[in-house]
């Protein structure tokens, strides 16, 4: 780069062109001031070159960046803001002309006019621009100094004047406010922070920041100054209102130029979340007196808000008579206040007064759910009550066997019943008693019911046995105790036997001798006989040899008799007879024997049904009378004659009966006396 003047001579000042300013705007400017070439880029001096030439005459076509006319060594670029002076400009000039900034005030002075000559009364403008330092303050002072040489004498000549230009200020203050980290709830103290900054160009004074919180115009901060660029930090606190979701505050923060006085303000609005704490509370109150399954219960109670914040849909259900039943609601309830509820239901079957009260709400501002909820238990007038039956096996047992009973338990009342238990009382024997376990620990719901069987060794010396069943149960609500008892008397089935001997002389008798004889009666059965009798045929039939006594079940007893024989007769074939009456059945039992053994046992072959009539066979001894008895249960204390007696003719005998329809008969044969 550089420039040229040729006229046949050259007169250049040239520079190398840094790498950097290929493709970028460079301002370039050439000055002669009457014996130098400068070479100026970007307003600094990079070449010059010494000349005495001091003008040339341009009589042809010229050209800026190219040569001649412009029709050779055209420059490889763009050239922009073409500019051409009368005189030299100075280097402060070409400074601010490839926009340097010049630094007024004390400092190197700057030249800003130069002219060649003066005349007397002649008069030059002349203009001087510089920028203008931050800082500055409110004005800019400047010093001219003009000089020059009388052109006779060459004396210097010069004149200073000082001015002081107003400067232009831009003040201007801002303010920001932040909220605290953590949320403060309501009735808290909540400090906010904030800073207040100079962003103008001039210093401020009498700083003051304010807030309309905790009321207005409160000064939070104050300041003598705040230089352009700086900043101060301020904080503030207040008491957060209550039932709010946020809270805001303005801070304003002012200050005075300091030039002029000019007050300038800033605001600042700032919106903090409050930290809600909502909280809810239901109470229940019971009705004065017990209602029964059926009744209509009412009962009442109260909601509130016990949070700092305003519930919104709030509602209360019940856990009766259903899960979720409706009570109350929705409603808005502001913090502290209260609201009473009333309502009732049906009381169901079954019922023990306890339900579940849920009041819910939702914070005004989170729209988070709170819930509480309260379990009361109203006095309910329940019934309990037990049952329990008995019942004897449907065959008599043997004594000595297995004893097998049934029953039922039932809840015949209307609340479940708990902890049922049914123990018996039984007979070990006929002359003690002890407790056993049936069934239980169950629960039994109103109207229900449980089977249950029972066992146990029946007694040997008993001819029944008496229980007595006790149920027990425990109302779930109230925890009262109930009984019952059932009290059975069952029959043992007895086997009474009783046997009889009769010893007779080694050698015969002669008629007219007196035939002597003994023997004995034994109870064979399990059961006490009473009324026992032996009886001998002869002298007279049924003459009493023994008797009446009692035999236990093993006892034996001796008997003897004797009578004188008589023609025709065999006192061989004579016999005795032994009876008696089961004490537990009143069932008579006998026997026979002669001088040979006993004579056959009563013994039931058969028993036929035909056309309505039954036919009954049995064992007999020819010429003996025997009676056929009848009965709808064995187990029957009084039989009943079926009319006619037969003497046995054969070993076996047989009676007909017409029963008809009957569903059941039992028979038993005697011999009659």
Known sequence: MGSQINNGTAFVAAAAVPAGDIGTFVHLAGVYDGSTWTLYRNGVAVATTPS???????????????????????????????????????????????????????????????????????VANFTFSVTVPTNSGCAITSTLTGSGNDTCTGSPVTANVSSSCP??????????????????????ILTYSGTVSNAGNITLTNIVVTDNRPADNTVIFTAASLAPGASANFSGSYEVPINCCVVWSTATASGQDTCVGTTVTDTDTTTCTV?????????????????????????SGTVSNAGNITLVDVTIVNSQPGDGSTVWGPITLA???????????????????????????????????????????CPILTTPRIAVTKNCPAQPTPRGGVFTFTGTVSNPGDVTLINVMV???????????????????????????????????????????????????????AGTRVMATATAICP???????????????SPVPVGGVFAYSGSVSNAGDVVLTNVYVLSSKPNANTSVLGPMALAPGETEMFSGSYTVTANSDPTTDTVTASGTDICQGQTVTTTANCSGPVGPLIVSSVTLANGTATVTWMATPGVTYRLQCASNYQN?????????????????????????????????????
């Not at 200020?169 to 980290?181: D, E, K, R, S």
């Open 335 to 377: 913090p502290g206040e209260s609201a009473n509820y009333y309502a009732s239901y049906l009381v169901p079957p079954d019922f023990c007064g306890t339900d579940t009260i849920t009041a819910q709400g939702l914070d005004a501002c989170t729209f988070a759910p709170v819930v509480n909820s309260v379990t009361t238990t």
């Open 52 to 122: 005495g030439a001091v003008s040339t005459t341009v009589n042809a076509n010229w050209a800026i960046g190219a040569r001649g006319g412009g029709g050779s060594q055209l420059f490889n670029g763009v050239i922009d803001e073409v500019r051409l002076y009368q005189r030299a400009l100075s280097a402060a000039e070409i400074g601010l002309l490839a926009g340097q900034t010049i630094t007024p005030g004390p400092g190197p002075a700057s030249t800003v006019f130069t002219a060649a000559i003066l005349a007397p009364g002649a």
């Open 275 to 299: 930290l809600t704490m909502p909280s809810i509370v239901v109470t229940k109150t019971c009705p004065p007196t017990a209602a029964q399954p059926g009744d209509v219960l009412q009962y």
């Open 423 to 477: 123990a018996n009382n039984y007979q070990a024997d006929c002359y003690l008693r002890t407790n056993g376990p049936v069934i239980g620990p169950i629960t039994l719901a109103p109207g229900a019911s449980v089977n249950f069987s029972g066992s146990y060794t029946a007694p040997l010396s008993c001819c029944e046995v008496m229980d007595t069943l006790t149920a027990s149960g425990q109302d779930r609500c």
């Open 167 to 188: 400067l232009v200020t831009a003040p201007l203050i801002t303010v920001t406010q932040t909220c605290p980290v953590n949320l403060v709830s309501a009735g808290g």
């Open 637 to 673: 204390s009084v039989w009943i004659n079926v009319p006619g007696d037969v003497t046995a003719i054969s070993n076996t005998v047989s009676k007909n009966e017409a029963v008809g329809t009957t569903p059941q008969r039992f028979y038993r044969v005697m011999v009659v006396k």
């Open 492 to 506: 043992l089935l007895s086997t009474p036997h009783i046997t009889v001997t009769r010893v007779c002389p080694a």
